[in-house]
């Protein structure tokens, strides 16, 4: 689909070459890495008015009704679709919303963040930006996923292994399990052994 549409689509032919201009510079803060990117090709998304006043005034570019018409959509499970991102930061990446408008709020939807995963396979990594957090459609819920590898948090998964634990326990040494508070529920995730499954539930 990737390949399909830097062909067929103009603004996912441009995002992409745009790819090539981004210049990146890391930093070591604390022993972990910071990696700073100059994106032009990103300016629209980046910059986009997130206020209430202005998301109430504009159209959600997320709805089916929205989609420009070359962006093509493949449906995934449970209500969402998988669309190409025209602003990448990755050499490969995707937006995934769902088909109903939703506010973006995680709670209720790890489990699908979890099937996503597993389903996209060790290439990707998937990812969730809150509505307060960088999100340029806070008003409707979605996923992102691109290149694995591409994030600093990646890289330091190991040194942040050895210095804490989930539940008291090491990460990947074994079964070890982990929950946190949204809202009035409690979430936990449990990964069983060092390349197993993650499962979420609610509590």
Wanted: glycine share 12%; charged share 25%.
């Amino acid at each position: 689909m990737l390949a399909r549409q830097k062909i067929d689509w103009d603004w996912c032919e441009k995002g992409y070459k745009s790819l090539e201009t981004v210049i990146t510079h890391n930093f070591l803060i604390g022993g972990f890495s910071l990696k700073a990117q100059f994106n032009p090709g990103r300016f629209v998304s980046t910059t986009a008015k997130v206020d209430p006043k202005s998301i109430k005034e504009r159209k959600c570019f997320l709805c089916l009704e929205q989609l420009p018409p070359a962006q093509e959509r493949l449906k995934y499970r449970n209500g969402f679709q998988i669309l190409v991102n025209p602003f990448p930061i990755f050499p490969e990446h995707f937006t995934v919303p769902k088909t109903a408008h939703e506010p973006q709020k995680i709670e209720g939807n790890f489990e699908d963040m979890l099937m996503l995963a597993e389903d996209l396979g060790e290439d990707f990594t998937v990812f969730y930006n809150g509505p307060k957090c960088g999100a340029s459609a806070p008003d409707h819920f979605h996923f992102q996923a691109g290149t694995r590898g591409f994030m600093t948090i990646e890289g330091d998964f190991e040194a942040l292994r050895i210095e804490f634990s989930i539940a008291g326990r090491e990460v990947g040494g074994g079964d070890a399990g982990s929950e946190a508070k949204v809202g009035e529920s409690t979430y936990g995730v449990r990964v069983n052994g060092a390349g197993g499954k993650a499962k979420a539930g609610t509590g």
